[in-house]
């Protein structure tokens, strides 16, 4: 027997109508230059209906992909409406990848208009001859020296294109199933690949995204997504914020810790979100002076391990921080760290235990360890393999890439390259990628437990820890430590002594190593290609 419910398809047309039927009045607000600028949700509803006119006018039709090389920002948030709610599909670049890779990403999608930062401009000008399906090019803002000087296809400006088109655009009925944006994650080896989100997923995403025990994401709030627009859609948190008619704070392009320190206290921030080298940085000024954060109620870290020192020092000043894990491949939530109930009870150490893993699998989302044989392994907290997932919004394959069924189990679940293990309770615990665990005499070391455990000590700002090739071993751990500016005097023996209580003596690094800077991936991770290359003729002088 069939339910006879209606067939009510889940687009974000919907959240876009939502929040200007029941929010006209909340804000998303700016920060530029002077301080901030803010536009009403009404203001921001007509705002998307002009610019879904102005690229119809341009020739954007359903399934176009519309591209944006761009900072957080009300145009920005204006394209992730109305690109999707006109059927077109929005293909949010990450302008920090290398240029061939901007290249190769917007050729492999066809972009056929891309919307540009002014301040982006600089990256997008010596690539312009080379984006082959680009018809137009929109400028989000004033550019320095004027259109006249861009070459490429043609240039407009965002706002004279808005100021011409109709003040209502009428957007089709969609169906769910269709694409609504894209990203491009940056593989390993090989080019980019690309992810086509459904309306649906984003829609569900959005959903859960906004339960109690996920993000917790409701009206009251003032929401600082710091993660960029062009990852992963800011970790889905502007449709999710929209949803529910959140006021939303957009810190614009390249905050500084400063900068966001001032947005948390002038705009009473209670939710932001970002990955754990933004919130080291905004620790550090926090601890520099007298700052009122009292409205910032919890941070949702996450994108890599948040070290449970990060986390510890976050509670001391009244803030919760909720580690998540989650993929570019999965929109991206997977799971965010809640203490349940009954565990409030349970020792501090065990506790603590519980609220640094990555948490919980959301809703819908199902998830399982396998061994090297694809067998499930025990939901024990010590049985480590490979984290395989599924759900509506993790991706069943790449766009136009017939390369990468290998991510993909016979039976449906995408291989997430994640070695990990589930407890009895069902947290998760990310030990590595399966490229960075340290592999020691046949035996794994998890990068990620010594890096939580140097970032605990008070000297280092810093650390990452990769395999160095060793005769004997196969492979052994060496630490990258950047120092405090305020404590030189830590050094490579007082760090080894720091850590040897805390692991078995063949864990414990070959080496230390200090250096002034970790190099960063383009979305803020630790980057430990670079390292590895680095260091990998390291002579290995043993822990005494
Ligand atoms: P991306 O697709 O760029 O967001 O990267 C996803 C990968 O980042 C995951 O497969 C993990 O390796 C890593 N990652 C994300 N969140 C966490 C976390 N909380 N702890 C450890 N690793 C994480």
């Known amino acids: 027997m069939r339910g006879l419910m209606m067939d009510y398809q889940l687009t974000l047309r919907h959240i876009l109508e939502r929040a200007n039927r029941l929010f006209p009045a909340k804000h998303v607000v700016t920060r530029d230059r002077d301080g901030v600028c803010r536009g009403s949700y009404a203001e921001l509803f007509g705002r998307v209906h002009r610019l879904a006119g102005a690229l119809d006018a341009l020739g954007v039709r359903r399934g176009d992909r519309v591209a944006s090389l761009a900072w957080n920002h009300q145009r920005h948030l204006e394209l992730y409406f109305a690109a999707p709610c006109m059927g077109a599909v929005l293909h949010t670049i990450n302008f920090r990848l290398f240029a061939d890779q901007i290249v190769y990403i917007a050729n492999h999608a066809e972009d056929k208009v891309i919307l540009i930062d002014p301040s982006v401009l600089p990256i997008y000008e010596p690539l312009a001859d080379q984006l082959r399906t680009v018809e137009h090019v929109i400028v989000m803002g004033e550019p320095p020296s004027g259109l006249g000087s861009l070459g490429g296809p043609p240039v407009h400006r965002y706002e004279d294109l808005l100021a011409a088109a109709p003040a209502k655009y009428p957007f089709p009925d969609l169906d769910e199933g269709e694409a609504a944006a894209m990203c491009y994650t940056s593989a390993t080896t090989g080019h980019p690949k690309g992810l086509v989100y459904s309306h649906r997923a984003l829609v569900l995403h959005s959903i ?157 989302v199902d998830m399982k360890v396998i061994d090297e044989q694809g067998q499930d392994v025990a939901w024990d907290g010590n049985a480590m393999g490979e984290l395989v997932v599924r759900g509506p ?152």
């Open 208 to 364: 859960v995204e906004a339960m109690v025990d996920v993000v917790a994401v409701c009206e009251r709030d003032v929401v600082m997504p710091v993660v960029p627009m062009f990852h992963v859609n800011s970790w889905g948190l502007p449709f999710t914020a929209t949803m529910v008619g959140a006021t939303q704070v957009l810190p614009n392009a390249a905050p500084t810790p400063t900068d966001l320190v001032r947005l948390i206290e002038t705009q009473r921030v209670t939710l932001a979100a970002g990955v754990p080298t933004v919130w080291f940085g905004v620790l550090s000024v926090l601890q520099q002076g007298r700052h009122d954060i009292s409205s910032l109620k919890r941070i949702l870290c996450g994108g890599s391990a948040a070290p449970a020192a990060l986390i510890q020092a976050y509670e001391r000043l009244g803030v919760e921080m909720w580690h998540a894990w989650g993929m570019t491949e999965m929109s991206p939530l997977g799971t965010v760290t809640h203490l349940k109930s009954y565990l409030d009870d349970r020792p501090p150490d065990e506790r603590a235990g519980y609220i640094t893993s990555q948490g919980l699998p959301s809703a819908f």
């Open 393 to 544: 919004w993790v991706a069943a394959s790449y766009y136009r890439d017939p390369t990468s069924a290998d991510r993909f189990t016979d039976d449906g679940w995408f291989r997430t390259g994640d070695v990990a293990t589930l407890d009895s309770e069902g947290y998760l615990h990310i030990a590595d990628r399966t490229k960075d665990l340290i592999k020691s005499g046949g035996e794994w070391i998890s990068s990620v437990d010594l890096e939580n455990a140097l970032m605990a000590h008070p000297c280092v700002a810093e650390a990452a820890v990769v395999a160095i090739a060793d005769e004997k071993w196969g492979e052994r751990p060496l630490a990258c430590v950047v120092r405090r500016t305020d404590s030189e005097a830590v050094s490579r023996d007082d760090l080894l002594e720091f850590l040897r209580p805390r692991f078995a003596s063949w864990w414990l690094p070959d080496d230390i190593v200090f250096i002034e800077e970790l190099p960063k991936t383009g979305v803020g991770k630790f980057d430990k290609k670079v390292l590895r290359e680095q260091f990998k003729d390291h002579a290995r002088s043993s822990p005494s």
